[in-house]
């Protein structure tokens, strides 16, 4: 829904409706969980206590900022960065006194989380000497929510850490940008006439405007929290699933599929399914999320979506010594990669 323009004489009233309409909370990445071992088996080689995350910030990107929480046992809760960000939206940008006021759940485990680039990301992750900004850096936090205006690239990378010698942790991270949108302002477009006629006008227009604006926020809220709820049902559901309770998990990815239809909750549903012998209902579920593939907003969302499904079978067949055989939807969704990979333009795709 795009706000009306219109060229007032209450020049602030003007600018408080193209400021908010130029300005756009982005999410980078959605929760994402790490598990990272203590530092006493990285030392002796049985497990790893780093590793990084790579983030692609949008072009225009004003700030960014990531939420975390470590925590010694796996949770299904979000960190619900990105809707309490929505809260916080204002013409100018993300309210300072709000966004001072947003939360996350408390940890309750130590972690260092750095900011880099590709090469020290990768000497990071290795043990070896590597380098990071100190803006961002975190070290001995539990849970927080980072505001980074610097530095803004398109590709940085966040660095995990667990130092605790005797204690594993499992680390959640969700990251979200504001930004700038390309939107030409229309103001100036209109010469206002000094008639009584024309003022009426003008205050309907600003009437017209102030309702416009209040439904575009309340859409907006209304789309982030069902999003954040559709999210948190969707990681039940993945909870459930690498249980082994495969009727819980159907039941939560359609409860999350009630709020948003998005073809990798299809996919979880399809596999979820085919573990159940929900042969046939499987199926289905697969080639629904298919044919909503080209609904993603961009070739490299489709290609992760597809890619992320196919590998979920794979692990799959080798943590479930019933799951002896490929559902027929893995060729589909083989298919569909090829056919999406060979695109050019993503706008070819229709």
């Given at each position: 829904?795009?706000l009306p323009?219109?060229?007032?004489l209450?020049?602030?009233?003007?600018?408080?409706?193209?400021?908010?309409?130029?300005?756009?909370?982005v999410?980078?990445?959605?929760?994402?969980s790490?598990?990272?071992?203590?530092?006493?088996?990285?030392?002796?080689?049985?497990?790893d206590?780093?590793?990084?995350?790579?983030?692609?910030?949008p072009?225009?990107?004003?700030?960014?900022?990531?939420a975390?929480?470590?925590?010694?046992?796996?949770?299904?809760?979000?960190?619900n960065l990105?809707?309490?960000?929505?809260?916080?939206?204002?013409?100018?940008?993300?309210?300072?006194?709000?966004?001072?006021?947003?939360?996350?759940p408390?940890?309750?485990?130590r972690?260092n989380?750095?900011?880099?680039?590709?090469?020290?990301a990768?000497?990071?992750?290795?043990?070896?000497?590597s380098?990071h900004?100190?803006?961002?850096t975190r070290?001995?936090?539990?849970?927080?929510?980072?505001?980074?205006?610097?530095?803004?690239?398109p590709t940085?990378?966040?660095?995990?850490?667990n130092p605790?010698v005797?204690?594993g942790?499992?680390?959640y991270v969700?990251?979200?940008?504001?930004?700038?949108?390309?939107?030409?302002?229309?103001?100036?477009n209109?010469?206002?006439?000094?008639?009584?006629n024309?003022?009426?006008?003008?205050?309907?227009g600003?009437?017209?405007?102030?309702?416009?604006?209040?439904?575009?926020?309340?859409?907006?809220?209304e789309?982030?929290?069902?999003?954040e709820?559709a999210?948190?049902y969707s990681?039940?559901?993945?909870v459930?699933y690498?249980?082994?309770?495969?009727s819980?998990?159907?039941?939560?990815?359609?409860?999350?599929l009630?709020?948003v239809?998005?073809p990798?909750?299809?996919?979880?549903?399809?596999?979820s399914?085919?573990?159940?012998?929900?042969?046939?209902?499987?199926?289905?579920?697969?080639?629904?999320?298919?044919n909503?593939?080209?609904?993603l907003?961009?070739?490299e969302?489709?290609?992760?979506?597809?890619?992320?499904a196919?590998?979920n079978?794979a692990?799959?067949?080798?943590?479930?010594h019933f799951?002896?055989?490929?559902?027929?939807?893995?060729?589909l969704?083989?298919?569909?990669f090829?056919?999406?990979f060979e695109?050019?333009r993503?706008s070819?795709?229709?």
């Amino acid at each position: 829904m795009k706000l009306p323009v219109i060229t007032l004489l209450l020049s602030t009233l003007s600018f408080f409706a193209y400021a908010q309409d130029n300005l756009e909370i982005v999410k980078v990445q959605q929760t994402q969980s790490f598990y990272l071992n203590n530092s006493t088996r990285a030392a002796i080689g049985t497990g790893d206590n780093r590793t990084y995350l790579a983030l692609s910030l949008p072009e225009n990107t004003i700030e960014w900022y990531y939420a975390f929480r470590a925590v010694k046992e796996s949770s299904s809760e979000s960190l619900n960065l990105f809707s309490q960000l929505i809260e916080a939206l204002e013409p100018s940008g993300i309210s300072s006194s709000l966004f001072n006021s947003m939360t996350v759940p408390e940890g309750n485990v130590r972690c260092n989380i750095y900011v880099t680039d590709e090469s020290n990301a990768i000497q990071f992750s290795k043990h070896l000497a590597s380098s990071h900004w100190t803006t961002g850096t975190r070290e001995n936090y539990s849970q927080g929510i980072v505001r980074i205006n610097d530095p803004i690239q398109p590709t940085l990378y966040l660095c995990f850490e667990n130092p605790n010698v005797w204690e594993g942790l499992t680390l959640y991270v969700e990251v979200t940008a504001l930004v700038k949108k390309n939107n030409e302002s229309e103001e100036g477009n209109i010469q206002p006439e000094e008639t009584a006629n024309e003022v009426d006008a003008i205050a309907e227009g600003v009437s017209g405007l102030i309702d416009a604006f209040q439904s575009y926020r309340t859409e907006r809220r209304e789309n982030a929290e069902a999003r954040e709820t559709a999210q948190n049902y969707s990681n039940a559901s993945w909870v459930f699933y690498e249980a082994g309770d495969f009727s819980t998990s159907i039941e939560y990815v359609q409860k999350a599929l009630e709020l948003v239809d998005h073809p990798e909750l299809h996919f979880n549903q399809g596999l979820s399914q085919w573990c159940a012998g929900l042969r046939k209902e499987s199926t289905e579920s697969y080639l629904a999320g298919i044919n909503l593939i080209n609904d993603l907003d961009s070739k490299e969302d489709a290609l992760e979506v597809l890619q992320n499904a196919i590998d979920n079978i794979a692990k799959g067949r080798q943590e479930y010594h019933f799951f002896s055989e490929d559902p027929p939807a893995l060729k589909l969704l083989q298919l569909k990669f090829n056919s999406v990979f060979e695109l050019r333009r993503w706008s070819d795709r229709h």
